[in-house]
């Protein structure tokens, strides 16, 4: 089976531009995460979804982040207008629900990750 | 709330000594709690998991119990190896509530 896939893997950007990462979950399921990960905060959750609705966007840290999943298999962060201070790895995750019987414990399956330069 | 405290890094261990990383949790309810590892330039994957109360999670030799008295569910491994350096990281989701919580993680170094 094919896990998160994200794109791109690595992007250079001048500040003041434009940077979309984008997301494709696992298949089937229903909540997803972006992450984002530095050597000074770790890993601070930005927004997740469930059905494709944001849940919690309380962890985007400005207006210049925006976050949409127009359709289950498919989910982008953008920034816009870059900044230095954005440069990070961000990560997509994706999970499905817990169910009633407690076999499926919500296990989170994380992509590669995005690692994002802005000069 | 719910939040998950574990050790500050890095841990620096020679082949073939025993590990062993704390983490402990504050939760409302039965939490499941998780250890995810990340290598480096990769995402995070589940090292293993516990869903409740004395359950004990185990894989490639790391293991780690739930224990609700102590809040605690410290993961230890008995012989680490070079291959097992990266960050580990301590989780916990609340029963039904797929938000995750996340330690600020560990890094191990192992030796040869």
């Known amino acids: 089976d094919a896990g998160v896939i994200q794109s791109p893997r690595h992007e250079v950007t001048e500040m003041g531009q434009e940077v979309t990462l984008r997301c494709k979950p696992i298949s089937g399921h229903d909540y997803l995460f972006w992450y984002r990960q530095t050597m000074m905060r770790g890993l601070e959750l930005l927004i997740y979804f469930n059905n494709n609705v944001p849940i919690d966007d309380s962890g985007m840290p400005e207006d210049r982040f925006s976050a949409k999943m127009p359709n289950a298999s498919f989910s982008t962060l953008k920034i816009q207008p870059s900044e230095p201070r954005d440069s990070a790895v961000y990560f997509c995750a994706s999970s499905l629900s817990p169910d009633s019987s407690g076999e499926n414990t919500g296990e989170l399956f994380f992509g590669e990750g995005s690692r994002l330069t802005v000069l | 709330g719910n939040s998950v405290t574990q050790m500050e890094g890095p841990v620096t261990l020679s082949e073939e000594a025993f590990l062993t990383i704390n983490c402990t949790y504050t939760?409302?309810?039965?939490?499941?709690l998780f250890w995810y590892v990340q290598y480096p330039g990769e995402g995070l994957q589940l090292l293993l998991k516990?869903?409740?109360?004395?359950d004990k999670g185990s894989n490639k030799g790391f293991e780690a119990t739930y224990r609700k008295e102590t809040t605690s569910f410290h993961l230890e491994k008995g012989s680490v190896q070079v291959s097992d350096s990266a960050v580990y990281f301590c989780a916990l989701t609340p029963y039904y509530f797929n938000k995750f919580y996340f330690g600020s993680g560990t890094k191990l170094n192992v030796k040869p």
């Open positions: 516990a869903t409740k109360a004395d």
């Open positions: 939760a409302t309810g039965y939490p499941s």
